[in-house]
């Protein structure tokens, strides 16, 4: 008989523990039944002139900006991963670290600097003058193309840390087996490394393309119209919420098209290696001007997408610290902190709920349901603000009608507009953060730990609080880590749902800058990288342990 057909036992209380899950699976999907609903509405009275001035535009652009931006980090990230991997050289230990710290910098903080940079009164145009002694025509950086540049310097290192961890993890064999056929090292990474690394460069593509796409401060910034900014514009400046559910499943389709097309040439690709344990690649030194080239080709895109910005941001903050006191920073400081604990709390806890409940029930149903409920981080945070906000106004609304029903006091709005309607998107932008490491946490812990409780009339919480929990506080904490940091970061979910006159960090800077005060803006921007630079050194520590082993 399969023990999984008597084990678990079941134990006091456990069905309620199964209905929580399942109803927690059901609030994670709102927003996407919330859009796809939406559709059978029909569009909203401003559909027609979106449709005929602004959506190709739209359509355009974001294409545009997916296929230039991917093309990009490839440029950057590829032959980086592969040099740090395989090369001695100087410098190679520190660039290996710095190459992937630029992810600590959001996309529209390093929009708003190099504007900043190229601007007329900027570093760029002030030197040309002051060496040359004349002016020159304006640099204009504000269009898709910069936007494309500036969104690869932030983004290639999702490609380069998947490449690099491919790169490490299995190739010698492949391409000592390729030398000994005569090819040279040159001619085994076209022929042999590349397309084996392929469906982890297409899975680091996807991930840049679903951050394209999911982007407001920079496009908005560079004055390039995309479906994000159209999602604003049909809500803010239409007041038209039929025609910004539209562009949010437009938005949405495209972004399942990714997935699908990532899993479809994913699944296509099968690699099998006679060796039992790949040791890692020895890497050899370089000669004099081959090893000054790749240290360049690796400092090029640190340089550009860390050091510059980064020094920017400190030269404007010396420059105006004293504007911090005027934007009431320690307040907005403490909302964003305490906002992002919150939710990573709540991220975390469903976590528990969920694979805490998968793991006493082997069901293949409900772990497609679970997958479900974390499909969230793959969704723009444009598109799940609409898809929190239209049910959470119809609940509002309904309560209020229900309650003067009854003669008394209109409650006002208890979720739109709130802080708690805040941490619940959230919950669902960022689930998928916390619930990979706390799953990667399960699966180290014995089944037969949970079979000795069951055994011994344990209830589910006593397993879960008393057992699990403690073995898996590296996890959690990793967990409230990373989705603590990626909330600090957010930007178009908060701008829509956030309550009147509340400030995150990233609201603030984005806004700050709009509005052309750059000293001010950089004090905000400066912590959220600081806090970025935490999880992104600690997945750096874990490549290269990994790698050694």
């Not at 039929?242 to 699944?267: C, H, M, P, T």
Request: charged residues 10%.
């Amino acid at each position: 008989m399969n023990r999984h057909q008597i084990w678990p036992l079941p134990g006091k209380g456990y069905n309620l523990w199964i209905i929580a899950a399942l109803a927690t699976i059901l609030l994670m999907g709102v927003p996407v039944y919330t859009i796809v609903t939406g559709l059978f509405k029909g569009p909203g009275p401003s559909w027609p002139h979106l449709q005929q001035y602004l959506l190709p535009d739209y359509i355009g652009n974001s294409l545009l900006l997916v296929l230039g931006t991917g093309a990009l980090t490839l440029l950057w990230g590829v032959p980086t991963a592969w040099l740090v991997s395989t090369a001695q050289f100087p410098g190679r230990r520190l660039l290996e670290w710095l190459l992937i710290m630029p992810l600590s910098i959001p996309t529209y903080i390093m929009a708003f600097t190099y504007a900043g940079i190229f601007d007329y009164t900027g570093f760029i145009q002030t030197a040309i003058r002051q060496l040359l002694g004349t002016e020159i025509q304006h640099i204009d950086i504000l269009n898709i193309y910069g936007v494309m540049v500036i969104m690869s310097l932030a983004l290639y290192p999702y490609v380069y840390v998947i490449a690099r961890t491919a790169f490490l993890a299995r190739f010698r064999s492949l391409i000592e087996a390729s030398q000994t056929l005569g090819a040279s090292r040159a001619r085994s990474f076209f022929r042999v490394v590349l397309p084996v690394a392929r469906p982890g460069l297409v899975a680091g593509i996807a991930l840049v393309s679903m951050e394209v796409l999911n982007d407001y401060g920079a496009v908005k910034y560079f004055g390039v119209p995309t479906f994000t900014t159209g999602i604003f514009r049909s809500w803010f400046a239409y007041e038209d919420i039929q025609a910004a559910i539209y562009l949010s499943s437009l938005l949405l389709v495209a972004v399942f098209l990714i997935l699908f097309l990532e899993k479809k040439q994913r699944g296509q690709e099968r690699f099998h290696s006679n060796v039992t344990v790949e040791r890692p690649l020895d890497r050899h030194k370089l000669a004099r001007i081959p090893a000054v080239l790749a240290t360049l080709c690796c400092a090029i895109p640190v340089l550009l997408g860390l050091l510059i910005p980064v020094l920017q941001l400190l030269l404007w903050g010396v420059s105006g610290y004293e504007s911090a006191a005027h934007i009431d920073f320690i307040n907005t400081v403490v909302n964003s902190f305490l906002l992002a604990l919150a939710a990573a709390v709540s991220c975390v806890l469903v976590s528990l709920l969920l694979l805490s409940v998968s793991r006493m029930r082997k069901n293949s149903i409900y772990h497609s349901l679970m997958k479900f409920a974390t499909m969230g981080y793959a969704i723009p945070g444009a598109v799940i603000a609409i898809g929190v906000l239209v049910p959470f106004l119809f609940l509002d609304k309904s309560t209020i009608a229900m309650v003067t029903a009854f003669g008394w006091e209109n409650p006002g709005l208890i979720l739109t507009g709130t802080v708690l309607g805040l941490i619940f998107a959230f919950t669902v932008r960022f689930l998928a953060v916390a619930f990979n490491p706390v799953e990667s946490g399960f699966e180290k812990i014995s089944q037969t730990v949970d079979e000795a409780a069951s055994i011994l009339q344990a209830s589910h919480w006593k397993r879960l609080s008393q057992i699990n929990m403690p073995l898996l506080r590296g996890a959690l904490g990793t967990a409230l880590l990373l989705v603590f940091v990626d909330i600090l970061k957010e930007l178009p979910l908060t701008l829509i749902l956030r309550p009147f006159n509340f400030h995150t960090l990233a609201t603030r800077s984005f806004e700050l800058a709009s509005d052309e005060q750059m000293a001010a803006a950089s004090i905000p921007s400066l912590v959220i990288i600081l806090a970025g630079i935490i999880p992104v050194y600690i997945l750096n520590i874990l490549i290269t342990r990994k790698s050694r082993q």
